[in-house]
């Protein structure tokens, strides 16, 4: 009998992935690299570390991370725009308490981002627990 549901956050509950995705490409053409989706899917849910690396090994000019940080968040955040749920996202979480089950969220994101939108979305009420990469000393894919 299922007892409980674990939620993932990012592109699950609302689509940032792929705007990241987006705002990544767009900064780093401009350091010669056309980021591939199949490239960023592998960094998906990891360290910013593993995006690094992958950019260091195929940028043709030099990066400079600050500015890459810092262009691709004002980016994203343009593009993001005013968050939405992902259909059947809130339909889901409320079927799920009205036959009592517990409702968690596991994200490799950093608590103050999840929070954040969850309180936003106005859907934070329904996870009796929230973990993130603040609650663990190693990310995806470490089963920590």
Same mark, same amino acid.
């Given at each position: 009998m299922i007892k409980a549901l674990v939620f993932d956050f990012d592109g699950l509950i609302i689509d940032t992935e792929s705007v990241w995705y987006d705002s990544y490409r767009e900064v780093l053409l401009e350091y010669g690299m056309d980021l591939k989706i199949e490239d960023f899917s592998k960094v998906i849910g990891t360290t910013d570390e593993v995006l690094y690396q992958h950019i260091r090994q195929h940028a043709t000019s030099p990066i400079d991370r600050g500015v890459i940080e810092k262009t691709a968040h004002e980016i994203y955040h343009k593009k993001m725009g005013e968050p939405e749920l992902r259909e059947g996202v809130e339909n889901?979480?409320?079927? #799920? &308490?009205?036959?009592? %089950?517990?409702? #968690? %969220? #596991? !994200? !490799? !994101? !950093?608590? &103050?981002?999840?929070?954040?939108?969850?309180? &936003?979305?106005?859907i934070l009420k329904y996870f009796e627990t929230v973990k993130t990469r603040d609650d663990v000393s190693k990310v995806k894919p470490d089963p920590e």
């Amino acid at each position: 009998m299922i007892k409980a549901l674990v939620f993932d956050f990012d592109g699950l509950i609302i689509d940032t992935e792929s705007v990241w995705y987006d705002s990544y490409r767009e900064v780093l053409l401009e350091y010669g690299m056309d980021l591939k989706i199949e490239d960023f899917s592998k960094v998906i849910g990891t360290t910013d570390e593993v995006l690094y690396q992958h950019i260091r090994q195929h940028a043709t000019s030099p990066i400079d991370r600050g500015v890459i940080e810092k262009t691709a968040h004002e980016i994203y955040h343009k593009k993001m725009g005013e968050p939405e749920l992902r259909e059947g996202v809130e339909n889901y979480l409320k079927s #799920a &308490q009205d036959r009592g %089950l517990r409702i #968690a %969220l #596991a !994200s !490799s !994101s !950093s608590r &103050q981002w999840v929070e954040g939108y969850l309180r &936003q979305l106005g859907i934070l009420k329904y996870f009796e627990t929230v973990k993130t990469r603040d609650d663990v000393s190693k990310v995806k894919p470490d089963p920590e």
